[in-house]
């Protein structure tokens, strides 16, 4: 008689072991340090003041004094404070180190497009998805950076500011590119803009 139920205990043991290495879990159980190890989901574009409400800081950029490993040398130029246009206008002095002989055009292209095209449009007349001719959910037009001749006429230094701080409605993209990538877009953008006055003029002289 013992020695049965020392089998039926056996077997019972057995059984709810298996049963239980095979159970999902539903839960992650017990974790140190939470904040550490699950970080707190946000909306991209999600206003700061909204964020801080939530206890989250969150503004899409490097910590000032920072470069990434591999980076290019920091920008010369630091950010305007509010109201203030002083450097958003010394950034003209600033030139491009990279040129279209000197950097993959096509991948140029590709962050254009991955980064930019959504609002500016594959053809940097503006009319990206978020636009599609006034149907979009912006109601604004976004920069028209072919066909316009105040970006036309715009200097790379300034427009990397533009890129890099963010300017009116557009954010900044430097936690999105590095510096060099996003060099490589202006320089991307300009050879578009080249062209363009280039057809232009013939288009004129004919």
Known sequence: MMKKFLIIATVSVVALAIASCNRVRRTPGRTYVPDMTYSRAYESYTPTDELKREGIFYNARPVAGTMARDDEMPFPVSEDKAGDTMNYFASRQVKNPYNADSIDMK?????YLVNCGICHG???????PLYKGGDGPYLAKPATLVGDA???SMPEGQMFYS???????????????????????IAYVKSKQVKDAAKE??????
């Open 107 to 111: 991948e140029a292209e590709r962050l």
């Open 122 to 128: 594959a053809k940097l007349d503006g009319d990206g």
């Open 150 to 152: 105040k970006y036309e």
């Open 163 to 185: 890129v890099t701080y963010g300017k009116n409605m557009m954010g900044s993209y430097a936690s999105q590119l590095s510096a060099k990538e996003r060099w490589m877009v």
């Open 201 to 206: 003029a013939t288009t004129t002289t004919k």
